[in-house]
């Protein structure tokens, strides 16, 4: 799997819009989109690479030094997506009590 380094940082609102309409992009040209917050892309990547589910691509979508910021923005894309996301539950297995910074991803299949 590949991993692209393309966020945002800044103001909540502002970042917010940019990534809701983002990952509406990504239904265009992906057939599955799932939503997800680490605090360490590298080995979350590798979590996700051995479930062998087969995503091709994990895009890194936004970065913040706060947790209540991460977990926030988790649950707004993907309630936001909900139709579109391979989410079972919106949001919730944040980073809590680990260190920052925080960032949101996109998984693409």
Known sequence: MEIEYNYWTGNFNDVKTSLIRSVAQYNVYYSKIKI????????RLIEH???KLGWKKM???????????INEMEKII?????DIVENE???????NGK????????LLK
């Open 36 to 43: 997800g917050i680490t605090n360490d892309p590298p080995r």
């Open 49 to 51: 690479e051995k479930t």
């Open 59 to 69: 895009i890194i979508k936004y970065h913040t030094l706060s947790v209540n910021y």
């Open 78 to 82: 993907i309630t936001h997506h909900w």
């Open 89 to 95: 539950v919106n949001g919730g297995g944040g980073p």
């Open 99 to 106: 260190t920052p910074p925080y960032y949101l991803y996109v």
